[in-house]
């Protein structure tokens, strides 16, 4: 069984196309296929199956799927573990709430790449619950979400405490009262969101069951619509602070219960930590220090 064999196996399966999967790996078909025929060969089972849309795991896939995965990124690691500490380099995949890395990050990443050329650092955003499955799925090697987190591959460590804040236009639709959101557009994030289930508890819990709920997948498109007037949302004070700049949007303070939320990075606890991740845990235990120092 070759490595390259696997690689082909678990690009057909992300795919479920043996002709995408192909077009990804730059192969022609007939090689993709013969692959394929090749590991299940080997293995004396079958793969997946096939069918007018493509192909699916079997359930011999499925297994065979979560070795393969494990087996693809340890020998990753290995090329990565060997190089020099003091010079990293190769790729660093880490992943963000949106919210972390409009306001938190772009100073942090700006440090690393200056310190760290060499690292190919790729920057994915994403709901928590989201982000947690990349990390467990190995297709990150970190990320920065909101807690709790409660999983037993998942080492993880605090960084900040954000403040949550109900938003709205200044001008166009104040908000008078809690009971107002009853009629109003709610503006979210994609499930899966910390954010939005606090709200929509918090909501809850005050008897308020909004009928217009409203799905977004950037902070930019929630924050152009509160300043247009077309609802509210819940986001950290800290976005509103660094990025109101034409005073259209207030916020309204919210019960204690519901306020503080802790950003977290985490990463799998049997992850190795390479030269690039562990220089990039050093810079932003160095930032986010000197912004907890900055505020006291």
């Known amino acids: 069984m070759e490595i390259h064999d696997l690689r082909v196996f678990l690009a057909v399966a992300e795919e479920g196309n043996i002709t995408r999967a192909a077009q990804c790996l730059g192969y022609v078909q007939s090689n993709v296929t013969a692959r394929i025929r090749q ?43 060997i190089q020099d500490e003091s010079n990293p380099s190769g790729p660093l995949r880490i992943g963000s709430m949106e919210t972390t890395a409009a306001i938190r990050l772009p100073e942090v990443l700006t440090a690393y790449h200056e310190a760290y050329p060499n690292v190919d650092l790729y920057l994915t955003t994403g709901p928590t619950e989201q982000l947690l499955q ?16 409660e999983h037993p591959e998942i080492v993880q460590e605090t960084f900040v405490e954000e403040e949550l ?29 910390t954010y939005r289930s606090q709200l929509k508890k918090w909501l809850y819990d005050e008897g308020i069951y909004p009928e217009k709920v409203m799905e977004f997948g950037t902070l930019d498109a929630i924050l152009g619509c509160v300043r247009a007037g077309l609802g509210f949302s819940l986001i950290p004070k800290s976005v509103i602070e660094h990025g109101d700049r034409d005073n259209l949007i207030t916020y309204h303070e919210i019960p204690d219960k519901y306020r503080r939320v802790k950003t977290i990075f985490i990463r799998r606890q049997d992850s190795l930590i390479t030269p690039a991740l562990y220089r990039f845990l050093q810079v932003i235990r160095e930032s986010f220090s000197k912004s907890r120092k900055g505020t006291d």
Do not use: M, W
């Open 39 to 81: 590991l299940e060969s080997e293995l004396d089972t079958s793969l997946f199956y096939r069918h007018s849309r493509g192909v699916s795991l079997t359930p011999t896939g499925e297994t065979v799927l979560s070795y393969a995965k494990k087996i693809v990124t340890l020998c990753s690691e290995v090329q990565r573990a």
């Open 134 to 149: 990349s990390v467990l799925e190995y297709k990150i090697d970190g990320a920065f979400v909101a807690a709790p987190i």
């Open 165 to 193: 804040v109900l938003i709205s236009n200044s001008k166009k639709s104040p908000l008078l009262a809690l009971q107002n959101i009853q009629e109003r557009t709610l503006l979210v994030f994609r499930t899966g969101c």
